[in-house]
Nanobody, 119 residues
Framework: QVRLVESGGGLVQPGGSLRLSCAAS????????MNWYRQAPGKERELVAS???????KYGDSVKGRFTISRDNAKNMVFLQMNSLKPDDTAVYYC?????????????WGQGIQVTVSS
C-alpha cells in the first residue's frame, strides 16, 4: 500500500510564499509522475503542476511564473514552492503520485492540505 502525506500548508498573506511537501511511502519500486492538484470551494479540482520522472515540468496557466514543482527521487518526495500567492490560490491542495510497487501499478492521492491566502 502506498501512503502519501502532504505538509506545509496554512494561512499566508497575499504576496507571501509557502512550500508544500508530499512524501510517498510503502513498497514503492519506482515513481513515474508526481502532480499537485487543488480544489477550491464550489470549483472543480484542477491540475496545478506536474513533474515527470525525468524532471519535465508542466504548470497550469494560473500559476505559471509563480509556482515551481520539484522532486527528490531518492526520498520519494515532491515539492511545490508557491510564491506571490493570491487569494484565488486558496484551496485544498492534493498530491497525486503514480508508479509501481512490488505488486501493482499505483495512482494514488494524498489526503489534501489547506492553503488559505488572506489578509
Amino acid at each position: 500500500q502506498v501512503r502519501l502525506v502532504e505538509s506545509g500548508g496554512g494561512l499566508v498573506q497575499p504576496g507571501g510564499s509557502l512550500r508544500l511537501s508530499c512524501a510517498a511511502s510503502g513498497s514503492i519500486v519506482s515513481i513515474n509522475f508526481m502532480n499537485w492538484y487543488r480544489q477550491a470551494p464550489g470549483k472543480e479540482r484542477e491540475l496545478v503542476a506536474s513533474i515527470s520522472r525525468g524532471g519535465s515540468e508542466k504548470y497550469g496557466d494560473s500559476v505559471k511564473g509563480r509556482f515551481t514543482i520539484s522532486r527528490d527521487n531518492a526520498k520519494n518526495m515532491v515539492f511545490l514552492q508557491m510564491n506571490s500567492l493570491k487569494p484565488d490560490d486558496t484551496a485544498v491542495y492534493y498530491c497525486n503520485v503514480g508508479g509501481l510497487t512490488s505488486v501493482r501499478l499505483f495512482d494514488d492521492w494524498g489526503q489534501g492540505i489547506q492553503v488559505t491566502v488572506s489578509s
